[in-house]
């Protein structure tokens, strides 16, 4: 049977879940292996070094740079408050002048070359936390942990913002229905909605008005993404925006349903705690918008980032166009290169869509669908 290798996006029922959670700089691992932690349970710590602001001393205070040390107050090391002297000087036994600290902080380095001091600003706490409800199965000394959960796990093809977590709420009958902003109510504060085939700008701004943790919804307009945010995104790497409800989107840009099994994994779980994490990146080291429900009683069935192959009957999404968001099962896989409409060459697949249509495309223009 022809057999090839694609990009999958996992929709299943039971999988081990597995994320490091890492430091940017080493610091103190709060955790141990065995610990049981939550999603908002810090699990390393570190301080992030302020960053530097320089005073020419020797401009301000009208003496030679190798002259300095003579005026500093305050020497290298030393704590300082923004607005606190930090060197003066004396002209005459009458004329004083002063030069004043612009941050809180302490002093880095002082020049006898230059007559500048370097002030370092007060240093940035950072906090990991778990991100997901499961077991710390490694520690990574001085760096992070690795949190393994068995759980319903769900990726998405795009998303915007960073990690959040809420109960699942259903706010649709079906996976076709638009997600306007009618159907949110304020009760859905601290909820991870589900929508159907689309989720409006309107919704979506009263969604952050009423502090919907997230949104989960099969499409969205990129008009409207461009519109709300006021620029426009691209489509290389997301995560990063200051938008307090996150998105995940599961099929494409448009009005495009939500898979039914998609939308039924998600009903099967409504009141059930999730995480969820619209950071997307398309290019090389894909990440993947994901909403993650946790099951501990469950044995896992699958872990998380096996490679699987397409096969005939494997379910795929075509995302690319002409039939972006489509969904459907390979029906045939020919080993030859196929020449396309530009006159190039590329390997493709035939495909059966779920609307009964049948085309041809190239293999990179579909991810296929695990289970």
Do not use: C
């Amino acid at each position: 049977m022809a057999h090839a290798y694609t990009p999958g996006l996992k929709v299943t029922e039971n999988l081990t879940v597995e994320k490091r959670r890492i430091l940017p700089l080493k610091g103190d691992v709060l955790v141990k292996v065995g610990d049981t932690v939550g999603p908002d349970d810090v699990v390393a710590r570190t301080l992030l070094p302020g960053a530097v602001q320089p005073i020419n001393v020797s401009n301000q205070l009208g003496i030679p740079p190798e002259d300095i040390d003579s005026v500093m107050i305050k020497k290298e090391g030393d704590p300082m408050a923004e607005g606190e002297v930090i060197a003066r000087s004396v002209t005459l036994w009458i004329f004083k002048s002063e030069s004043k600290a612009t941050i809180s902080g302490t002093i880095e380095s002082i020049s006898k070359v230059t007559g500048q001091v370097l002030q370092r600003a007060e240093p940035t706490p950072v906090e990991v936390k778990a991100y997901l409800s499961g077991t710390i199965t490694e520690v990574i000394p001085n760096e992070g942990v690795v949190v393994s959960t068995s759980a319903s796990f769900i990726q998405g093809i795009f998303g915007i913002g960073g990690e959040t977590h809420g109960q699942v709420e259903i706010a649709v009958d079906n996976p076709s229905v638009v997600l306007s902003d009618d159907l949110i109510k304020p009760e859905h504060k601290d909820k991870i909605l589900v929508g159907g085939s689309l989720v409006t700008a309107a919704a979506l701004k009263k969604a952050i008005e009423l502090k919907v943790r997230g949104i989960v919804v099969g499409g969205f307009d990129d008009k409207d993404l461009r519109d709300f945010l006021g620029y426009d995104i691209g489509v290389a790497i997301t995560g990063s925006e200051d938008i307090y409800t996150k998105l995940v989107v599961t099929e494409g840009f448009g009005q495009i349903t939500m898979a039914q099994k998609t939308f039924d994994l998600l009903r099967r779980h409504e009141g059930e705690s999730a995480s969820m994490n619209g950071a997307t990146q398309i290019r090389a080291g894909v990440i993947r918008p994901e909403v993650v429900i946790p099951a501990a009683e469950k044995a896992a069935e699958e872990t998380a980032g096996d490679v699987l192959g397409l096969s005939i009957g494997s379910p795929i999404r075509v995302i690319r166009h002409p039939h972006f968001g489509k969904l459907g099962a390979v029906t045939g896989l020919p080993p030859q290169l196929t020449a396309l409409e530009s006159e190039s060459k590329a390997r493709v697949l035939t495909v059966k869509f779920d609307d009964g249509s049948e085309a041809t495309v190239p293999r990179a223009n579909v991810e296929m669908i695990e289970g």
